[in-house]
């Protein structure tokens, strides 16, 4: 670990200046959560409106009927969010990090860690947003904050436990240190792909859950496809080496159970409105949209079996109804039960 990513580490641990690129809902929600864990913050929106909304104490389009305590300065100008800054947080979408760093990097502190906490694999190259951060910004240490967490919840202060993962254990440790506060319990993990995969696909398959409820397919039948598509999920982390233990934890098991049975979660709406054949555009960000194709097209090429994954993927698209995505899994080769 460099110096500059452990400074002031350690018990009695003093505020850090942290950097929040993204003014979305999660971004924001952070903001509040490193707010109370002792931190300045300094959080980057892209959009003048948001900047100027933060600064009344507010976010009402990310986070309505939340108020943004007076402590978080928002900017729109990145050099200002970035100097000084001995953490970042990227909270960006997924499909837009590379954009994010690319903006970043000429205002980048040289050594300081990157906390990557969108949840997505990049559409067009299949990248984990990892090999994103150490293509763009190869002198900065990566970790990866995950796990069962709506921003609303966490804007709140209500009870939450996630996962800080870096393949340096230390950092991780530190970063989790940091982070928590009372209502936020930060567990440390070196295992940063397993904790990266397994945010990225729940999404996919929140998306498959809302589709099977608006559908009216049942509670069996939701239970079925959490149950199996819970063994793609692991199927596609070991493939890219995540460890299986990581993904029965917090980012994994822990955000399939959150994101696969409440409509608050974006992704279930988005599958929801799919299942009931509602119009899908104008909703809020479905990660589970771009990050299916790219499992989907990942599974294909390393000869996963993932059929639940290809059929979000195939009904997304347009290519299969959902009724078709029924038929085709429902009559599949019957065979023994593998949950590997
Ligand atoms: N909302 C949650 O409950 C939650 C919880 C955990 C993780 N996440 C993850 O956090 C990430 C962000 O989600 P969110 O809820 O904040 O989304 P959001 O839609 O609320 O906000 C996204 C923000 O990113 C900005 N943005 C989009 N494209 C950009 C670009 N190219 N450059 C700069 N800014 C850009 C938008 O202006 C907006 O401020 C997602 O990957 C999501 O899965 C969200
Ligand atoms: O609203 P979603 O579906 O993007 O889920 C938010 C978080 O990922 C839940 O952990």
């Known amino acids: 670990m460099t110096d500059r990513a452990m400074k002031g580490g350690g018990p009695g641990k003093s505020g850090w200046h942290v950097a929040v690129l993204g003014g979305g809902a999660w971004g924001t929600a952070l903001a509040l959560a490193m707010l109370r864990a002792g931190h300045t913050v300094r959080l980057f929106a892209r959009d003048p409106e948001t900047v100027a909304a933060i600064g009344r104490g507010e976010n009402p389009r990310y986070l309505p009927g939340i108020a943004i305590a007076p402590g978080i300065k928002a900017t729109s100008d990145m050099e200002a969010a970035l100097t000084g800054a001995d953490c970042v947080l990227t909270v960006t979408p997924a499909q837009a990090l590379r954009a994010t760093l690319a903006a970043a990097r000429d205002h980048m502190p040289a050594g300081i860690p990157l906390v990557l906490c969108a949840k997505g694999i990049e559409r067009d190259t299949g990248a984990l947003l990892s090999a994103i951060a150490a293509e763009i910004l190869p002198p900065n240490p990566v970790a990866a904050l995950s796990g069962p967490s709506f921003a609303s919840d966490v804007a709140r202060g209500l009870p939450t436990a996630v996962v800080v993962a870096a393949g340096d254990e230390a950092l991780a440790a530190n970063l989790a240190a940091r982070f928590s506060a009372e209502n936020l319990r930060c567990y440390s993990s070196d295992d940063l792909i397993g904790v990266e995969i397994g945010g990225a696909l729940k999404n996919v398959f929140a998306i498959a859950a809302g589709a099977v409820t608006g559908a009216g397919l049942g509670a069996s039948a939701q239970a079925a496809m959490v149950t199996r598509g819970f063994v793609e999920l692991r199927r596609i982390g070991a ?101 590997d």
Do not use: H
């Open 239 to 339: 493939a890219f080496g995540a460890r299986p233990e990581t993904l029965m934890g917090l980012s994994g098991l822990g955000d399939l159970l959150l994101t696969c049975s409440s409509a608050q979660s974006r992704n279930f709406a988005y599958g929801l409105a799919l299942g009931q054949g509602k119009a899908l555009s104008g909703l809020p960000l479905a990660e589970g949209v771009p990050t299916a194709a790219i499992a989907a097209r990942i599974a294909a090429e390393r000869e996963i079996d993932a059929p639940i994954i290809a059929a979000v993927a195939a009904i997304l698209d347009g290519t299969i109804t959902i009724g078709q995505a029924v038929t085709a899994l429902m009559t599949r080769p019957l065979k023994t039960e593998t949950n």
